[in-house]
């Protein structure tokens, strides 16, 4: 558990960005992410105060403020039938309630766990990231090379197209082994395989074959690794069934 | 008061948070201990420099080998004297045997201050090459142990040079002869894995100097007496100068049945002369305590065609980790606690050993053998009925002991009570066997199917186990019982109020309980081994039964009577039924001036066997055949305890083994590096199942009347766990038709297992 020296609450959220830059300074949101870290003792900054929460219709999209707590997602009755019933799904097997309650989507974003449910459902629905001074960028290309900014929000579209996801886990709270998302639209399917244990990526792939082929073709193209909980062998075995059950929309609630 | 669902006495309390804990008991201005623990799996201390660490502001002093006696093996196991065990251990090392082991305790003013020394201590080891594969440790690796480095009581078949720690035998006429002329011959090979005990509560101990020379302690353990006997032989000081309570504990399964704390927390009270506590975090827990015996079981049954059982031959090796505590007993009940479920075949043989690797110790944990055995028996009795294609169940009702029947490895040699057979039959009803049998497919990646196990255990240890209880009659009326049995958290408190104020015929409110301290009550072997309602129950009921007859005697004197009066709720009447008087005014008289007699009795039980409950479980489940992922979809236990003292606490026990089992079945995975340091070492990497993987767990009860047990009354604690694990591995053979042999069964087994069958040309079953 990570040790805080001090604890800093900036007026403003340009004051964050620079003592975020400083050495030894790391965020707070939901206050989750230091019960897991260890290392020398830091100062905290605090963000829940300075950042948005909820969800809220925007036109075509959702914007859901960095300080939405994932309590909220899952439970949201917008987003519990169709085709975002997803987020719920991805976000359902995390630890326990209580501990939903305090993990932000923002911090949930900034942390970048491999094993996150969440970032996978999140690409294959190509969500957008908010970022206070590099503006509105797709999530992958923060997840591919973040930033040193603060996410401020995320943006999703309400109508993403046909979507699903599947993920396999051991105990029913356990992180998962191996976990999809899939999201067709105009064509073209968004394939984010995440937990293997690598940081979740996505493949787009046209929507020409058929599903079982795609699945194989998608799923065998993610490198995968070995870890306590899995063998990199039985990921691979597995990755094309449950790549075709998110596309079968396994995890949609109708 | 017996058969009756009566809440635990401390229940409520609990619930709202009253100080019943250890924690609750430390006050501000104790020192606190942390203990730094050993980087090597196998090294040898050449010198400790503490200088640094002592400079560390509030570090008050260092603990180390050359504070304790060196030169005097014990053994931490919490057992009654003389311990089978292999006696290995001193209170803090020189030799270094597994990685996690203490090489140093800081004593300090602050839990930071005792952080910081820790990581300041400087040790000089000398490297020595380890061994952690105990399948190849008994004479491969370099011995653990160099002459008088250990000790035992009497021969538990310990060898140290060749990394042997215990061997058990048992022979019944010439097993490999039948075996060769047995139809079929079943011969399946069993591993099961080290399991942690993740009890809610960790390790934790205080202790204080009474100013009178005397230390008193306050620890989560599971016997007082034993604790008290093992850390004054291992300090070098006589046992009157410690006393040690029990307070409430939050759960131990047998992980605090080794007195692995409470010897460190004392040596600094020697040392300082100042109230001192150590409060253990789960990774300490995990890593310096103990776990279950892995276990490798191989099995032959040998059977002729119609299923009938005719040589039973096991093999175990077990792996005792770096020290021996416990090891021997574990192969005594490895076969002592299985065998005798099945009736005795023309010839049975078992053959035990436990090895020395240099691997976190392994030790006491409900089942204490027989879940890694049944695991292996079951299979092969799950195999042999797939082989034969009988229905499993028919197989196991062909092939049980009944009441009445002997068994050469059954404790006290007869089963004077069991309704076995009713279980089973009963238990098939209640899963739906009939309808689900063995196995259907759901989708075109599911199939459902049930599976089943039997399981027996002991009640207390034959020949062994020795109790005292002791009753008082109080001058207002109530009576105060005195007993040295722990409750874990099991209710055994409970139970024991609920014997005494059965035989009194009070209510139970009359009767107060004192329990758990080696200075007010008198000497209990402790709780292990499934004990507490039939030993101590046993001693309670006797001591409640003399009472009564004492009651009588002194008041027939008191009141000039003919005949002694007899006690019925709360009144002493005479022959015709009048009243004579009330308890209360009987207990005035008797305390005060005219009388001056304070009546006390004290019952004892020596326990001559053990008598064995019973549990058939069944499971239904379904088997994702692209995944390998099992889900569970309903448990039925069935079991004869003999007279259920009390139903709702025994129900509980069943729920809690039951899902103890399962976790040990398909989710707790214990992994260590190739250096030998434990990499689970936390509730995120080890697994045990939360509340959404349970299923629906129905729980009945048969009663037998068990005639040496207190009412009819058997015992629970570990025999509810073995059968999940079995009946989960039946329902597999049955959806798949493979036989998972390792445990914990991960999806990735269960796939490979599923894609081997394939490629040798195997189809599943439907």
Aim: proline residues 5%; contains cysteine; negative net charge.
């Amino acid at each position: 558990m990570l040790k805080l020296t001090e604890l800093k609450t900036p007026a403003s959220l340009e004051e964050a960005y620079e003592l975020l830059r400083l050495p030894h300074h790391t965020a707070l949101a939901g206050g989750t992410l230091s019960q897991l870290q260890a290392g020398e003792p830091t100062v905290g900054v605090e963000l829940t105060h300075l950042l948005p929460s909820g969800i809220t219709r925007d036109g075509c999209r959702l914007r859901i403020g960095a300080m939405t707590v994932l309590r909220t997602l899952e439970t949201d009755p917008a987003l519990q039938t169709g085709c975002l019933s997803i987020l719920p799904a991805s976000v359902r097997h995390l630890q326990g309630p209580a501990l939903r309650n305090l993990i932000t989507v923002g911090g949930a974003v900034g942390a970048r766990f491999p094993q996150s449910e969440f970032l996978t459902a999140l690409l294959a629905l190509d969500a957008q990231a908010v970022l206070y001074r590099g503006g509105t960028v797709p999530l992958e290309t923060y997840l591919n090379a973040p930033p040193e900014d603060i996410v401020c929000e995320l943006l999703v579209d309400r109508e993403p197209g046909q979507t699903g996801f599947c993920a396999v886990r051991n105990s029913y709270v356990d992180q998962p082994i191996l976990c999809a998302a899939a999201c067709l639209r105009e064509g073209t399917w968004r394939i984010a395989v995440g937990a293997r244990p690598f940081l979740t990526e996505v493949r787009t792939c046209p929507a020409s074959r058929d599903i079982r082929e795609i699945a194989a073709d998608c799923g065998a193209s993610f490198r995968m690794g070995d870890d306590l909980k899995a063998t990199a062998d039985y990921r691979r075995r597995i990755c094309p069934a449950i790549v075709r059950r998110a596309m079968e929309g396994e995890g949609v609630c109708r | 008061m017996i058969q009756k669902p009566v809440g635990k006495v401390d229940g409520m309390a609990a619930c709202l948070g009253k100080p019943l804990y250890v924690e609750d008991f430390i006050p501000r201005n104790a020192l606190r201990l942390k203990i730094v623990q050993s980087p090597h799996a196998f090294a040898y201390i050449e010198k400790i420099d503490t200088a640094r660490a002592l400079a560390v502001h509030g570090v008050v002093c260092v603990l180390t080998y050359e504070d304790v006696p060196q030169d005097h093996p014990i053994t931490l196991a919490a057992e009654a004297a003389p311990e089978g065990s292999t006696h290995d251990r001193v209170i803090l090392e020189r030799t270094v045997r597994f990685v996690g082991e203490p090489v140093a305790v800081i004593v300090a003013e602050t839990e930071e201050a005792a952080e910081a020394g820790a990581r300041l201590v400087d040790v000089t080891y000398r490297l020595r090459t380890p061994h952690f594969d105990y399948e190849t440790a008994i004479d491969d690796g370099i011995p653990l142990y160099g002459p008088g480095e250990s000790f035992v009581h009497f021969d538990n078949g310990h060898v140290p040079e060749r990394n042997i720690i215990a061997r058990k035998d048992r022979v019944y006429q010439d097993v490999e002869t039948v075996l060769a002329d047995c139809d079929v011959v079943e011969d399946v090979t069993v591993h099961t894995q080290a399991q942690a005990h993740i009890q809610a509560e960790t390790h934790r101990t205080y202790c204080y100097p009474d100013g009178r020379g005397r230390l008193v302690m306050i620890t989560s353990c599971q016997s007082v007496f034993n604790t008290q006997r093992i850390i004054t032989e291992g300090l070098g000081i006589p046992a009157y100068r410690l006393r040690v309570i029990k307070p409430k504990v939050g759960g131990a399964f047998g992980g605090k049945n080794t007195s692995y704390f409470e010897g460190l927390v004392a040596a600094a009270v020697l040392k300082t002369d100042r109230p001192c506590a150590l409060v253990l975090s789960r990774e300490e827990s995990m890593t310096i305590s103990n776990t279950r015996h892995a276990a490798r079981s191989r099995i032959r049954l040998g059977a002729s065609r119609d299923g009938t059982f005719r040589a039973l031959d096991i093999d175990m090796l077990i792996n005792g980790g770096a020290h021996g505590e416990h090891s021997f007993d574990v192969l005594n009940v490895g076969g002592g606690n299985t065998m005798p479920i099945y009736r005795c075949c023309e010839a049975e043989r078992f053959t035990g050993r436990a090895a020395y690797t240099n691997l976190v110790p392994a030790g006491a944990f409900r089942g204490f053998g027989a879940p890694q055995v049944v695991y292996g028996l079951e299979g092969a009795v799950s195999d042999l009925a797939w082989k034969l294609g009988m229905d499993s169940s028919e197989l196991r009702l062909k092939n049980i002991i009944h009441q009445g029947e002997k068994h050469p490895f059954l404790s006290g040699g007869v089963v004077n009570s069991s309704r076995l057979e009713e279980l089973i039959r009963r238990g098939r009803e209640l899963i739906g066997w009939e309808e689900e049998y063995p196995s259907h497919r759901v989708d075109d990646h599911t199939i459902q199917a049930v599976g089943m196990a039997i399981d027996m255990h002991g009640s207390g240890i034959g020949g062994l186990d020795s109790v005292n209880a002791t009753v008082s009659l109080n001058y207002d009326g109530s009576f105060t019982l005195f007993a040295g049995a722990c409750d874990l958290g099991t209710g055994g408190d409970t139970i024991l109020l609920q014997i005494a104020s059965q035989t009194l015929n009070v209510d139970m409110e009359r009767v107060q309980i004192e329990v758990s301290d080696t200075k007010t009550t008198p000497y209990d072997k402790g709780a292990y081994a499934s004990s507490t309602t039939y030993v101590t129950g046993n001693a309670v009921k006797d001591a409640c039964e003399q009472m009564l007859r004492r009651i009588g005697e002194t008041a027939q004197k008191l009141y000039g009577l003919e005949e002694p009066p007899h006690l019925s709720d709360g009144e002493l009447l005479d022959g015709g039924g009048n009243r004579v008087d009330t308890l209360e005014e009987f207990s005035h008289k008797i305390a005060s001036f005219s009388s001056a007699e304070q009546l006390t009795c004290t019952g004892a039980f020596k326990c001559p066997s053990a008598p064995p409950p019973y549990v058939a479980g069944f499971v239904k489940l379904r088997v994702d055949t692209e995944t390998g992922k099992v889900t569970l979809l309903n448990y039925v236990a069935m079991v004869d305890c003999g007279t259920v003292i009390n139903p709702n606490l025994a129900r509980v026990q069943v729920e809690g083994g039951i899902a103890q089992c399962m976790g040990y079945a398909l989710y707790e995975d214990m992994r260590f590096s190739k250096t030998g340091a434990m990499l689970s070492n936390d509730l995120q990497k080890y697994r045990i199942p939360c509340s959404m993987d349970v299923p629906p767990i129905q729980v009945e009860f048969l009663e037998s009347f068990e005639p040496s047990g207190p009412y009819g009354a058997k015992s629970m604690g570990e025999v509810t766990f073995h059968t999940a694990a079995p009946a989960i591995r039946e329902a597999l053979l049955h959806a798949t038709g493979c036989q998972l042999n390792t445990l914990p069964i991960t999806p990735e087994k269960v796939l490979a297992a599923l894609e081997e069958q394939k490629e040798k040309g195997g189809r599943l079953p439907c």
